[in-house]
């Protein structure tokens, strides 16, 4: 535990919707977040959807960046899909070349890439997931900052291959005893509780360290965390977990 001045970002996973299917509320949660993670098209998202949430967020003053996943709008990239170490990295990045293009078309580049739902899960636990979407953010633009899911091989290996990483805990997910996101098929898998979220990642970075079910506590680096935006509570979820940080005297800003 320390009570030094601490500074951390808020971020979220957005323009998810697709089509005339809308998913969370983008303008709501871009009014709190300081980090956005725009889905490319593949489990979420369009050209339109896109390029609107990246004009939101240059209005507002959140950084951008591209969320990569598998192409299942159906399951919304939440199950694993047996593609190659190959196949992910050339699929991660196509869609990173989607979202530089039409960040820079709304005059808002991107800075980072985040992976999203079952692909994002299988980098903190598949090394050779992990490395499929390092050398995709390498190739594409190794000045890309990696965010990453705290403890697993996706930011090791970043590391190794000169790549800027900012690691990431969740506010409204629970862990396991190994540092991992219970599966949402658990019950708890999923925190609904704005005030039980907000204080659990104010003790959290206070102790810069993730906290599991059982009370454990596991040391990590925390630079971001994350609020999904498509629960139905994602707004006061966002807006609670910051007011508590700044309360506690925690800046909240972007990690670049």
């Known amino acids: 535990m320390t009570d030094k001045p601490l500074s951390v970002d808020l971020n979220s996973d957005m323009a998810e919707g697709f089509g005339a299917y ?25 050209p339109e959807i896109m390029a ?20 299942d709008l159906w399951g919304f990239g939440r199950r694993n899909i047996p593609f190659s170490a190959g196949e992910i990295e050339r699929l991660v990045a196509y869609q990173i070349g989607a979202a530089q293009a039409l960040s820079s078309y709304a005059g808002h580049p991107i800075t980072h890439v985040k992976a999203h739902g079952a692909l994002g899960n299988l980098t903190q636990q598949d090394a050779e997931v992990a490395m499929a979407v390092n050398r995709a953010i390498k190739a ?12 697993g091989h996706q930011q090791r290996q970043a ?17 396991t005893e190994e540092g991992h996101l219970v599966h949402r098929s658990q019950p708890g898998a999923v925190i609904h509780d704005a005030a039980e ?20 506590w596991i040391e990590t680096p925390i630079d971001s965390i994350c609020v999904h935006s498509d629960t139905p509570a994602a707004v006061t979820i966002a807006r609670t977990v910051r007011d508590a940080l700044e309360a506690d005297g925690i800046t909240v800003r972007n990690f670049l």
């Open 197 to 216: 979220a907000a204080a659990r990642v104010v003790r959290m970075v206070r102790a810069g360290a993730i906290e599991t079910v059982t009370g454990k």
């Open 22 to 46: 809308r998913m969370g509320d983008d303008d709501a949660i871009l009014r709190v977040v300081t980090s956005a993670n725009i889905a490319c098209g593949f489990h979420g998202g369009d």
């Open 159 to 175: 590391n190794e291959m000169g790549l800027a990483t900012a690691s990431e805990i969740f506010a409204d997910r629970a862990y």
């Open 52 to 71: 609107t949430t990246f004009g939101l967020a240059r209005e507002r003053g959140v950084a951008v960046g591209a969320h990569p996943g598998f192409p």
């Open 140 to 151: 594409v633009d190794p000045k890309l900052v990696c965010l990453v899911i705290a403890l």
